[in-house]
């Protein structure tokens, strides 16, 4: 039971008074009847300092007794002790979230992107190069290609412009010409709120550009991962692609990997995770290693990369970097990486709260860790047409990466005994059922 060992000891030795001259084992019945006769509050403590215990990556440096925490005030907090626990550790994204916080923690961490608008893109020549799926202008059967001649029976000569006249809330209706083939076209559509798929496929002088914005189990094209093979498959026959990470906080860790092992030869160490356990049997956690491998023949694998990346890249972006980059010498363009390079279990608790602990470090086929370290970048740039430019030319030469790691940093050790702030976990597994 999660809870054993602590409850336990905890209850018998202060709650129950037990002196000296009392020995003896408790009965799976007696432990049974202890855990019920718990309060909400308590059975929250001890769940949660259990889970630290057993699966905190660095519980056996930073974790104190329970009594450090049990007796700790914090005023007008219901579960006030906990918080404070979570918040004594120095891992930023070991954390925990109160009951009442957690459909808007799950909301804001883990909601499919959603944008108010009409849904299409156009690019400068006005003509529309993206319309998203069940978005306003899907729905009103805007089509790629069709070149934009008026919004409200306002002449537009100019993106911004469109911009402008298009934008609005919810509801609002506003009417288009279009110019199709040859034929004038004219679409009403209303402004809604319509959710973002999270990869999109462009393209720079006929180089295929696949942009990915997280790596998300849930997304309107069913998963980043189906989204990603749609995306292989649609520029199926490329001799090379770039792939675009700028931005990209991360996501669920199979999601990234299997993403990856699409770029990869059957069998190729993607990476390999240093992992917490619990002995039961000693009673103390133990670390091990486990190299993650690609299961299958990737359907990209016959390409030439080129990625890029700045300092928002984090976590599965830095996964799929390592996977990649080591195996097959793809150059990297732009800025060095965030350097998450760690993984954090989230799962409910009995409170129906939710806790977030790192239990797992990442390291590169080599071995060698890129945590606090991120990804330095083969060419450095913060501009846009630069940046392509140089992917460009490295496609022409295939040029293989030359850059290493970044240099250690520490963003995200917490200032002791402060709440912790939440941040997106990155790289995650939600442990049990995800809450709705």
Known sequence: MPMRFFVILFLASFFFACTSNTTGTVSVDEETEIQDSLSLADQEFFFNYDILQRQYYWAEEELEDPLTYYYAYVEDEEFGNVQYMYSMLSD?????????????????????????????????????????????????????GDLILAVDEIPIKQKGTFERLAAGEVGDEISLTLLRDEDTISL??????????????????????????????????????????????QTHGAKATIIDLRGNLGGDVEICMDMASELLHKNDTLVIMQSTDWNEKEEKQVKGLEPILATTEGIGVERYYVFLADTASASCSEMMLAAVVQNKKSPIVGMQTY??????????TPAEGLYSVTVAEFLDKNGEAFHR????????????????????????????????????????????????????????????EWPR
Do not use: C
Request: proline share 5%; charged share 25%.
């Open 188 to 233: 009403s559509l209303v402004l809604e709120e319509f959710t973002l798929p999270t990869v999109f496929v462009d393209s720079v002088e006929g180089v295929p550009v696949i942009h990915v914005t997280e790596f998300s189990s849930e997304t309107i094209g069913g998963s980043t991962y189906k989204e990603w093979i749609a995306a292989l498959e």
């Open 373 to 432: 370290k991120g990804f330095e970048p083969d060419f450095y740039s913060e501009n846009e047409d630069e940046i392509f430019a140089k992917a460009l030319e490295f496609i022409e030469v295939e040029q293989e990466r030359e850059a290493g790691f970044g240099k250690e940093h520490s963003l995200f050790k917490k200032t002791t005994g402060k709440p912790a702030k939440a941040l997106k976990p990155g790289a995650y597994r939600f442990i049990g």
């Open 92 to 144: 930023s994204f070991t954390y925990y979230i109160p009951p009442e916080l957690l459909q808007l923690f799950i909301e804001m961490m883990f909601g499919m992107p959603t944008e108010v608008g009409t849904g299409l893109e156009l690019n400068d020549s006005l003509f529309v190069t993206r319309v998203y799926k069940e978005s306003p202008a899907d729905i009103a059967q805007v089509e790629v």
């Open 339 to 348: 350097g998450k390079g760690i993984m954090q279990y989230l799962g409910l």
